[in-house]
């Protein structure tokens, strides 16, 4: 069932809620809005309600789901200890795209939640729909993202049901996400805060509550693509296999696992001049069309101007990445609409919001990244 939001009354839509939230308190799944993307929620409670959005996404049963709550006091029930730095954090991002795991109170949430890891993470969506619906269903709520296992994660109820339609019992339509990329999440211990998964809320952000941050290294794309160019050759145009970096064992057990791709072949291309870039990629892209690929580029606005492909899609400014965040989604799933098969993109900073978009960048390209001499 899909409750539209858009032009209903405040009734209309306090009902559809409460439908929805009684589906929740039952032990079926429900896909939601959150500021980052769309969430299929279930009762965390509840192993058999857990089970549910393992098996609707066909996601590896290894992979541990975030908690959503809508009220603060919530968290001592899920914790069993909560660090005075990661209280100042909620203080200052919640509701919002941060994800703190934490140990896990014995018993809080079904093990399927936390996979036997011990710890659990939980954040508090900064979404008026989201926030009703948990409050409703009087539950904690796990929730991944409410995509196949694989794919985009959804910006759009429409991704929810392209994905997921008969699969799960509703689909709350609350319109496009803002943010567009999942929640930063960081695992907080004493005074050291570690980044699992780059996200909305940025390492910059993070920095002023402690200088004592770091990233994890598996998730960190200015570390894969400088091991890149130490390995490049001379010679360009080299495309590289997925480096040892993709091979580590994340200790976010999500990032291990190749997501957000397109169906098509896409490549980063990347090189110290943007100049060089855009030649090369006007090129490369006239070559694969002239052997019957349907191509497609993935430019940012100051160079899409320079680009001839049979799909190109713009990402917004370099000096704004969260609007290639925002859109980032929603261009990949246009790709597999448009059937193009040989795609190629651009990448940016790693400043602020560059870090998480290069972070799901390189994983939508399976870590392959042309390199280009200049
Ligand atoms: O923005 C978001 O976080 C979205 C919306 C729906 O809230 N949710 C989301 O969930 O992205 P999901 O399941 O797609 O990603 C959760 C990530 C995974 O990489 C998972 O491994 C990690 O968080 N994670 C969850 N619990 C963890 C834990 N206890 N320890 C380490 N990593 C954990
Ligand atoms: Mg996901």
């Avoid at 991944?144 to 759009?156: C, I, L």
């Avoid at 296999?241 to 072949?265: F, N, V």
């Avoid at 899409?304 to 492909?309: F, K, S, T």
């Avoid at 990448?347 to 280009?372: D, F, Q």
């Amino acid at each position: 069932k899909m409750w539209v939001m858009e032009q209903q009354t405040q009734e209309e839509q306090q009902a559809a809620i409460q439908e929805a939230a009684d589906l929740l308190h039952d032990g079926c799944t429900v896909a939601f809005p959150t500021e980052t993307v769309y969430g299929l929620g279930a009762d965390a409670t509840s192993t058999a309600a857990v089970e549910r959005i393992f098996a609707a996404k066909g996601r590896p049963s290894d992979n541990p789901l975030i908690v959503h709550i809508a009220e603060r006091k919530q968290v001592k029930e899920l914790v069993a200890d909560c660090p005075f730095l990661a209280e100042q954090l909620m203080d200052a991002c919640w509701p919002g795209p941060l994800t703190l795991v934490l140990p896990v109170r014995e018993g809080a949430v079904s093990n399927r939640v936390t996979t036997g890891l011990g710890t659990v993470g939980i954040r508090m969506p900064d979404h008026a729909l989201a926030l009703q619906l948990i409050q409703a269903s009087g539950r904690p709520i796990a929730a991944p993202s409410a995509n196949r296992s694989g794919r985009p994660s959804p910006t759009r109820a429409a991704h929810v049901l392209e994905d997921l339609g008969g699969r799960i019992a509703g689909i709350v339509d609350g319109g496009a996400t803002g943010v567009g990329v999942e929640s930063t999440v960081v695992e907080v211990k004493g005074d050291h805060i570690h980044v699992l998964r780059p996200g909305g809320i940025t390492v910059s952000m993070l920095r002023s509550f402690t200088p004592n941050v770091t990233i994890d290294p598996a998730v960190d794309p200015e570390r894969a693509l400088s091991k890149l160019m130490q390995s490049q050759s001379p010679e360009p145009a080299a495309s590289k296999e997925p480096d040892q970096t993709a091979m580590l064992a994340p200790r976010s057990p999500g990032m291990k696992y190749t997501h957000y791709a397109p169906k098509g072949k896409l490549q980063l291309v990347q090189g110290a001049s943007d100049i060089a870039v855009s030649a090369y990629i006007l090129e490369d892209l006239r070559r694969a069309k002239q052997q019957g690929e349907k191509t497609g580029v993935l430019a940012f606005a100051e160079h899409v101007g320079r680009y001839q492909a049979d799909v190109v899609v713009e990402l917004g400014s370099l000096t704004q990445l969260e609007q290639g965040a925002h859109r980032l989604y929603d261009a990949l799933r246009h790709f597999d609409e448009e059937g193009a098969t040989y795609i190629l993109a651009e990448t940016c900073s790693y400043e602020g919001m560059g870090l998480a978009l290069m972070n799901r960048l390189l994983k939508a390209a399976g870590h392959h990244v042309i390199v280009i001499a200049d």
